[in-house]
Structures are given as C-alpha cells and as structure tokens.
C-alpha cells in the first residue's frame, strides 16, 4: 500500500496531478479541495495517498490533509453507491467539517447542492452516516464559520477533545472554561485537556 508521496509536482490540473519521487513519475487524482492548497510546479509537495486496485488499473487518489483522506476513505467504504468519483465530488464541493456538519444536521438540502450528489444520495448519506457524526460535527463546523484566535483555538480543540470523550457541549464548554480559568492563556492544548477532565471528575 502506498500511504504517501513525496517528491517534486511537475504538473498540476484541478482533477489530478503528476508527482515526480526519485525519478519516478506518478500520475494522481485529487479533489478539488487538495488543489486549491497545492504549490505551483517545481516545487517539493507530499500528499497523502489512498490506492485503488480494480481489475483494469491501479489508481492513486492524493489528498493534502489527513481529513480529506479520511472523509474519502469513509464515503467510498461506508456508504452504498458511492465510488471515488463521488467522493471526490463531495470533497470538491464542501469541506470535511461542513460535511460533518451538514451530516449530523440532517441537511440533505446542503448536501444534495454538490455536482453529482442527488437527494436520494444525499438521503442515504445522512442516514447511514449520521450515528458517526454527532455533537463534535455540529460544534466543529460552528467554529469553523468563525474566524479564531489562537487561544480561542485552542479552547475549540479542547471541547472538541472533551466532546470526542462522550461529554456534552455544555458539559465540555463548561469543564474547559473552568480549566482555562485556573492555568490561563500559556497553558498547553494537553494540559487544558487533562485539567478540564479533573475538574469535571471524569
């Protein structure tokens, strides 16, 4: 299994690119989304990678971050009918966190607005992935929509952290708030965590 890439981008389309490792060239398709945040030719790039073996060719699909492999990765294995192509849709039309998001709201409208996603797809998708999406989506692409500070980035990862550990958001809000409170602003994300967990005594 090829996991990664890493080498120099030769060329750059917005479905696919062409990646030369030790001179090797590999031909990879990518969503619109890992596009958008490649360099310009000639320069170094690493892009994650998912292989794709069919009976008539090997395909390396590439992406730029861990989140937009996974979501890939999800789609194409958890959800009926749904194959590369439209996955890489989705990814080209909406980001992981609003995809979550929409996902844990029931927001068939949102998602059936994506090229090649209908609504009785955008259906199935929402009922089959819903029980894996919950307070955690909803929260996240909440703050997503928000431009952040630092710190108050940090306060989002540690309710993010907290929500993950089965709390509720009022819970998670409430338990990081009174963390922050006792170590202040130079606190570590692991430290508020850790913290956040002792005073809430779990």
Known sequence: MITFLQGTLV???????AID??????????????????????????????????????VLYGFVT????????????????????????????MTPAAFRGAVANGDVKALSRINGVGKKTAERIV???KDRFGAAATWELASAQHGLTP??????????????????????Q????????????????EELVRTALKTSGK
């Open 174 to 189: 409430d338990a990081v708030r009174a963390a922050y409170a006792v170590l202040g602003p130079s606190a570590a994300l």
């Open 127 to 129: 009922v089959e992935l």
């Open 11 to 17: 060329e750059a389309l917005p479905t696919q690119v």
């Open 66 to 93: 861990t989140a937009e492999r996974d979501l890939f990765r999800l789609l194409i294995n958890s959800v009926s009918g749904i194959g590369p192509k439209t996955a890489l849709n989705i990814l080209s039309g």
């Open 21 to 58: 490792v030790n001179g090797v060239g590999y031909e990879v398709t990518i969503p619109l989304s890992s596009y958008e945040k490649l360099p310009p030719p000639g320069n170094k790039v690493r892009l994650l990678t998912h292989l794709a073996v069919r009976e008539d060719a090997h």
């Open 151 to 172: 710190e108050e980035q940090k306060i989002n990862d540690a309710v993010l952290a907290l929500l993950a550990l089965g709390f509720k958001i009022g819970q998670a």
